[in-house]
């Protein structure tokens, strides 16, 4: 039987998997960096070390900042170095301490010890200004925008150095969500003027630094971003739904990056969630996708779920197709 690490060596090289990789079991996810990380409470909020207001409202399965004009760190673009304060990532060594015992305990012949980054540059931007400031200035503010988008690669390579320095990872799981789940949210040409060039920075650092796997996390459509993808050097796009006709994109590009998801988190991760519904989910997703160059599991960008006992559930689900398949 092959390793966690190897099985999914051969699904994204199009070898001989033993079954279905299983969500996230490849990845041992390295939670708790010492470099300031700031979430809100259920019901509470915060202020991040950006600036930025997010808030976590009572009944609502996660967080997301707050943009009346009050709340937004960026009013004027052309004005944004007069407000963004890049945050410092110097800690005490010791603080490391603990995270690095996390990650000498993993067996990486079995899982790649996985650092976790959000949010991306993308959500970045629209963080600091809201949404609609930010799909509007990429059209009427360009240069701003660029360079607020280098002042955020510069961070993250910062960022990424210490990750490395300290952890050593074997790969990266990156957050930045790209689109809704009908369209992306900028069109390819915008998309690639704006992001590839700082996305091939930041996970062409990494692996020139040790890490090998580079998954990026955007649970919306994003087909039409697929050769940016690849030539920004992911490895694994986690998140794809089921909008992006993920056969399709199978056969053109499986040889060259590998589709993680399938199974759409707004169907299975709800209160009334059911096994038969998830066997059901999980099922077409496999028969659909196949073998190779997919890995089945929800778009959730984690290792969890909103209600509890879903993500267990479906990975009950992949074992029972893998006996079926395999």
């Known amino acids: 039987m092959l390793t966690k690490r190897q099985n999914l060596i051969e699904t994204m090289k199009g070898g001989n998997p033993d079954r279905f990789v299983k969500q996230y079991e490849a990845f041992a996810m390295m939670m708790g960096v010492p470099i300031i990380r700031k979430k809100p409470p259920i019901g509470g909020e915060i202020v991040n070390e950006w600036g930025v207001t997010v808030r976590w409202p009572e009944g609502q399965i996660g967080a997301f900042p707050v943009h009346d004009h009050e709340h937004k760190v960026i009013k004027d673009i052309t004005k944004w170095r007069e407000v963004v304060k890049t945050p410092s990532i110097d800690v005490p060594k010791e603080a ?8 000498a305990a993993i067996d990486r012949n079995d899982q790649y010890v996985t650092v976790f980054v959000a949010p991306g540059l993308f959500e970045h931007t629209h963080y600091l200004m809201g949404m609609e400031d930010a799909l509007m200035n990429f059209y009427e503010e360009p240069e701003a925008m660029h360079e607020l988008i280098e002042c955020l690669t510069e961070y993250e390579l910062k960022y990424a150095k210490e990750l490395i320095d300290n952890i050593k990872p074997d790969a990266v799981f990156h957050h ?51 050769p940016s993808m690849i030539e920004m050097g992911i490895d694994i796009w986690q998140g794809v739904m089921t909008t992006n006709s993920i056969p399709e994109l199978i056969k053109e590009y499986g040889t060259k990056i590998t589709f993680m998801g399938g199974v759409h988190s707004g169907i299975i991760d709800t209160f009334d969630w059911t096994k038969e519904k998830i066997e059901q989910e999980v099922e077409r ?6 073998k190779l160059y ?15 006992g879903v993500y267990e559930a479906t990975d009950d689900a992949i074992d029972k197709m893998s006996k079926e398949m395999f």
Do not use: R, T
């Open 96 to 103: 490391w301490n603990d995270i690095k015992a996390q990650a």
């Open 176 to 226: 930045d969500d790209w689109g809704s789940q009908i369209s992306s949210f900028l069109s390819p040409s915008m998309f690639e003027e704006f992001f590839v060039e700082p996305y091939k920075k930041i996970y062409g650092f990494y692996k020139e630094n040790g890490v090998e796997l580079v998954i990026h996390h955007s649970d919306s459509y994003a087909a039409n971003l697929v």
């Open 285 to 290: 997703a496999c028969k659909e996708n196949g």
């Open 294 to 308: 997919f890995i089945p599991g929800a778009s959730q960008g984690l290792n969890v779920s909103s209600f509890p």
